[in-house]
Nanobody, 114 residues
C-alpha cells in the first residue's frame, strides 16, 4: 500500500518560516510528479507547487518567490520550504503523488497568525 505522510506544520507568526515534509513509502522515482496542495476552511483545494520527474517546478502566483519545492530521493521525501508566511497561507497542506493513480497524504495544518 502506498502511503504519503506529511509533517512539519504548526503555528507560526506572519513573516516566519516552516518546512513541510512528505515522506513516501515507496521510491519517489515511482511518481511521475509530486505536488503540494492546500485547502483553507470553506475554500476549494488549490495547487501550490509541483515538481516533475525531470525536476521542473511550478508555483502558484500567490507563493512565487516565497515557497520552494524540492525532493530528496535518498529519503523518499518531498519538501515545501515556506518563507515570509502570510495569514492567507493558513490551510491544511496536502502532498500528492502521481503514478498511474493519484495518492494523497492526510495533510498537515499550517496556521499563520498576525
Amino acid at each position: 500500500q502506498v502511503q504519503l505522510v506529511e509533517s512539519g506544520g504548526g503555528l507560526v507568526q506572519a513573516g516566519g518560516s516552516l518546512r513541510l515534509s512528505c515522506a513516501a513509502s515507496i521510491s519517489i522515482f515511482s511518481f511521475n510528479a509530486m505536488a503540494w496542495y492546500r485547502q483553507a476552511p470553506g475554500k476549494q483545494r488549490e495547487l501550490v507547487a509541483t515538481i516533475t520527474s525531470g525536476d521542473g517546478t511550478n508555483y502558484a502566483d500567490s507563493v512565487k518567490g516565497r515557497f520552494t519545492i524540492s525532493r530528496d530521493n535518498a529519503k523518499n521525501t518531498v519538501y515545501l520550504q515556506m518563507n515570509s508566511l502570510k495569514p492567507e497561507d493558513t490551510a491544511v497542506y496536502y502532498c500528492r503523488g502521481t503514478t498511474t493513480r493519484l495518492y494523497w497524504g492526510q495533510g498537515t495544518q499550517v496556521t499563520v497568525s498576525l
